[in-house]
Each structure stands twice: as structure tokens, then as C-alpha cells.
């Protein structure tokens, strides 16, 4: 069955979701400790949903919000669930901005 396994994305494809540059996730799995995606028998990084929420935590944190990484670690040391909370209401208000632009479009 298709569905029944679960998707996982490389590095590259990671860092495109967010538009940057690879190393920098590198960097941040060297930083944050939720940070730790499975690897492949090659050693490549095999990133799930989960991991991916968890890179767009900090990405959040740490690119629209602009904490420092040190700031970034305290916050998701006390606030974990009240961030990540906002983190996903935030998200799925962009994506349902996305989803009105698309339909302004095509009226």
C-alpha cells in the first residue's frame, strides 16, 4: 500500500521548503537539539513530517520572529507548547491566504 509508508524528504528538498541553504540546517542540527533527523544506510538525512515541523519551528523562531539561536533554545526550553501552537496556527493561515489567492486568481 502507498500510504501506508510513511514520506520521507532529503536535505535539499528540506531546504527548499524554508529557501535556504542546506548547511545552514546542518548547522541548526548542530545547534538544536529536536534536531535529529534518522539517516539512510549512506548517511544521508532522511527527514519525516515530524522532523519537518520541527525545522519549521525553528525556522520560525529564528527567521520571522529573530531570535538568536541562544534565545531560540530558551524559548523552546519553556514556551515549547505555546509557541508550537502559534507556530501551527500561523502556518495554516498562510496556507489558507494561499489557497484565497488562488481562488481570487482564477475568478
Known amino acids: 500500500m502507498e500510504g501506508s509508508q510513511p514520506k520521507y524528504y532529503n536535505i535539499g528538498e528540506a531546504a527548499k521548503m524554508f529557501k535556504v541553504a542546506t548547511s545552514l540546517i ?8 529536536i534536531l535529529q533527523p534518522g539517516k539512510d ?16 519551528l525553528v525556522y520560525h523562531l529564528v527567521k520571522e520572529k529573530g531570535y538568536t539561536l541562544k534565545g531560540a533554545k530558551i524559548v523552546l526550553a519553556s514556551e515549547d507548547d ?11 493561515l498562510k496556507k489558507v491566504r494561499s489557497l484565497l489567492t488562488e481562488l481570487r486568481e482564477k475568478i
Not at 544506510?41 to 519549521?56: F, P, V
Open 41 to 56: 544506510e549512506k548517511g544521508n538525512r532522511q527527514y519525516t513530517e515530524e522532523d519537518i515541523e520541527k525545522l519549521r
Open 26 to 33: 546542518r548547522y541548526w542540527e548542530s545547534e538544536f537539539d
Open 82 to 92: 505555546t509557541i508550537q501552537q502559534q507556530m501551527e496556527l500561523l502556518h495554516s
